[in-house]
């Protein structure tokens, strides 16, 4: 997976950039837990990362995400701005000369879907309506999956064993809640499916490796190893049970550092180095990230 992790920084993959390490644990989070998750999202970054996975060059890495030529030129007509060619969804470029973006929809199980709003990879078509949360109008409950219409008028799912929410009442501690299943949509939706609890007076906690919450009046459990086997639960910031490393030798505020095409950064809470150039890059470099404020270090193409 570095050498995956190593791609994604220099092949100009079109995500905005934290630090080195926060993106390659995600990635690798995405590679375990993430395979469990039946939410549309990351279904296709699951088929997408298998895709990367095959790569042996930033050229290789840049096709799991731009359309082909024939792909852009069948779409991007008539001022379109994203429509289906076959299974691909493709989102074409705001000016003349540029790249459309693609997404291979049937690799991920999906089915691509263009309606007047847009298109992208999901269940269906749908007519998302009015503005509003995403559990309103066409969103139903479906053997734990909220199913929902998207703002481009795609049906999406997203799988409420992967949610989460903090809510607080003005004080400390704060109460991460954790789903289950989707019950009803009334409800919020997800829900858990253990005995009956009340939110209000309620504190996470840890049970070992699993987070222990209450969620719309009862109790849910999510094992932070089987997300990734490096993580466990801890009570954190504010006094909220989440995942979190269970090494704790560094953390993702630690700035990185990039010395002859070695790159040494916190992974999983283990300080961790990977030379870029053993990849066929031609080394790396360090600037700054806005999303986690501070120096972030990447390979160089």
Aim: charged share 15%; hydrophobic share 35%; proline share 5%.
């Amino acid at each position: 997976m570095l050498e995956v992790c190593a791609r994604f920084s220099a092949c100009e993959v079109p995500w905005e950039p934290s630090t080195f390490g926060d993106d390659c644990d995600g990635l690798m989070q995405t590679d375990v837990g993430g395979r469990l998750d039946r939410s549309t999202e990351t279904r296709w970054m699951v088929a997408f990362l298998d895709c990367v996975k095959l790569t042996s060059d930033c050229t290789g890495v840049r096709a799991c995400f731009t359309a082909s030529s024939k792909q852009q030129r069948e779409v991007c007509r008539d001022g379109r701005s994203a429509g289906c060619a076959g299974e691909v969804a493709v989102f074409c470029p705001r000016s003349d000369g540029g790249q459309a973006g693609a997404m291979a929809c049937d690799l991920a199980g999906l089915a691509c879907n263009a309606t007047d709003a847009g298109a992208g990879c999901g269940l269906g078509s749908c007519d998302p309506g009015p503005p509003g949360p995403p559990w309103t109008g066409t969103a139903s409950c479906q053997g734990g999956l909220l199913v929902a219409c998207g703002f481009d008028g795609v049906l999406d799912a997203m799988d409420c064993a992967f949610w989460s929410a903090v809510t607080t009442t003005g004080g400390i501690p704060w109460q991460n809640h954790v789903g289950e299943t989707c019950e009803t949509v009334e409800t919020g939706p997800c829900v858990g499916t253990g005995d009956p609890c009340d939110d209000a007076s309620f504190n996470n906690w840890c049970d070992g490796s699993v987070v222990v919450t209450c969620t719309a009046g009862a109790l849910a459990h999510r094992d932070c190893a089987a997300l990734h086997p490096a993580l466990t639960c801890r009570i954190g910031d504010y006094g909220i049970a989440d995942c979190a490393p269970v090494a704790q030798e560094c953390d993702h505020s630690a700035p990185e550092t990039c010395q002859a095409g070695v790159i040494a950064f916190c992974s999983f809470g283990v300080v961790t180095t990977l030379d870029c150039t053993q990849y066929g890059l031609s080394g790396c470099a360090t600037g700054y990230s806005d999303i986690r404020p501070g120096t972030r270090a990447y390979c160089t193409p």
